[in-house]
């Protein structure tokens, strides 16, 4: 089987800031777009609220050789959104200043606080983790393996 696997992160609302934030401080490559307002001229039954025509009805970023994917809504409408402490995107690579490079271009945003500071550890060169403005913890980490 070939196919792959992209983290989805549901921002409720804050999904064209997680955007610009990712393509700033991580180097992300926009490869699909669509807000609200888009979604509408491409489809008269879609319906928003004031107020929402910014907000991203699906995105497909690539960050390294990786991709996620960005929206607003809740992926279970039976409960409301809630950001959980149970997911984050591990960054990993063997190079060294790859890594250390996007955890001090991470740290310069003043609303990204550091979980981890970014040292040597038992299980790698170099390891840190941070939550960005949006409540997602990114770990990054300097890897001996290939995966």
């Known amino acids: 089987m070939n196919f792959?696997?992209?983290?989805?992160?549901?921002?409720?609302?804050?999904?064209?800031?997680?955007?610009?934030?990712?393509?700033?401080?991580?180097?992300a490559k926009v490869l699909f777009k669509k807000n609200y307002k888009e979604m509408k001229e491409m489809d008269p039954q879609f319906t928003y609220e004031d107020g929402q025509d910014d907000y991203i009805t699906h995105s497909v970023l690539q960050i390294g050789v990786n991709?996620?994917?960005?929206?607003?809504?809740?992926?279970?409408?039976?409960?409301?959104?809630?950001?959980?402490?149970?997911?984050?995107?591990?960054?990993?690579?063997?190079?060294?200043?790859?890594?250390?490079?996007?955890?001090?271009?991470?740290?310069?945003h003043n609303e990204v606080k550091t979980l981890t500071p970014f040292e040597k550890t038992s299980f790698s060169p170099g390891y840190g983790s941070v939550r960005d403005p949006f409540g997602i913890v990114i770990?990054?980490?300097v890897t001996r393996h290939d995966f």
């Open 4 to 27: 792959e696997v992209i983290p989805f992160l549901s921002l409720n609302g804050q999904g064209a800031e997680a955007i610009a934030f990712y393509v700033q401080y991580l180097g």
């Open 67 to 108: 991709k996620i994917m960005i929206a607003e809504e809740a992926m279970d409408s039976t409960r409301p959104w809630q950001l959980s402490n149970s997911f984050s995107l591990c960054i990993q690579s063997k190079d060294f200043s790859v890594i250390e490079t996007l955890y001090h271009n991470l740290t310069k």
């Open 139 to 141: 770990q990054l980490t």
